[in-house]
T-cell receptor, first 114, second 113 residues
Framework: SQQGEEDPQALSIQEGENATMNCSYK?????LQWYRQNSGRGLVHLIL???NEREKHSGRLRVTLDTSKKSSSLLITASRAADTASYFC??????????????WGLGTSLAVNP | DGGITQSPKYLFRKEGQNVTLSCEQN?????MYWYRQDPGQGLRLIYY???????QKGDIAEGYSVSREKKESFPLTVTSAQKNPTAFYLC????????????FGPGTRLTVL
């Protein structure tokens, strides 16, 4: 079952603009991760934020986590055509015992137009 | 050069045939995973393995089988019992099972003719 839900499902912006996508989840988590997938390729890990962290940066990426609202956002600043991809969030639940695995969202498809 | 590889990249199968997808990693990771991805969809977990000679069913294991005889290898067999096998299959690995960052292979696109 999918815990993460990204929105919007699709986003189209112009090069140079910022892109924001959101992820909501249902249960308590240990961490939340964001991945990128270029068309027809495997996923690439972007950033991991732990439940006791509120914000994390990596280059042009900024991730926030609000555990009270059970939501996270991924901001890509000064977007480039090469950022065109699908972006997925994945959550690792707390207290999962031996059933620890990542729960994946359905993804946001981002198109950056030159 | 460390990484995770999948082969073949494209695979065609006739209905009623079993087919095996290869996944190899040289990252010295204990945990490995198989996912299925359908067009415009997220990832669905087929099987995962925490350690050699051990594996567990994921959310959609019916019609699939796996083995984990070596730490580096986690092949997936798509059997004739899988009703709708045409999909993009992704293999991943992580240091330990569960919460860690997962590293993905390039995927195998399986088409049933």
């Amino acid at each position: 079952s999918q815990q993460g839900e990204e929105d919007p499902q699709a986003l189209s912006i112009q090069e140079g603009e910022n892109a924001t996508m959101n992820c909501s989840y249902k249960t308590s988590i240990n961490n939340l991760q964001w991945y990128r997938q270029n068309s027809g390729r495997g996923l690439v890990h972007l950033i991991l934020i732990r439940s006791n962290e509120r914000e994390k940066h990596s280059g042009r990426l900024r991730v926030t986590l609000d555990t009270s609202k059970k939501s996270s956002s991924l901001l890509i600043t000064a977007s480039r055509a090469a950022d065109t991809a699908s972006y997925f969030c994945a959550t690792a639940k707390t207290n999962a015992g031996n059933n620890r695995k990542l729960i994946w969202g359905l993804g946001t498809s981002l198109a950056v137009n030159p | 050069d460390g990484g995770i590889t999948q082969s073949p990249k494209y695979l065609f199968r006739k209905e009623g045939q079993n087919v095996t997808l290869s996944c190899e990693q040289n990252l010295n990771h204990d945990a490995m995973y198989w996912y299925r991805q359908d067009p415009g969809q997220g990832l669905r977990l087929i099987y995962y393995s925490q350690i050699v000679n051990d594996f567990q069913k994921g959310d959609i294991a019916e019609g699939y089988s796996v083995s984990r005889e070596k730490k580096e290898s986690f092949p997936l067999t798509v059997t004739s019992a899988q009703k709708n096998p045409t999909a993009f299959y992704l293999c991943a690995s992580s240091m330990a099972q569960g919460r860690d960052t997962q590293y993905f292979g390039p995927g195998t696109r399986l088409t049933v003719l």
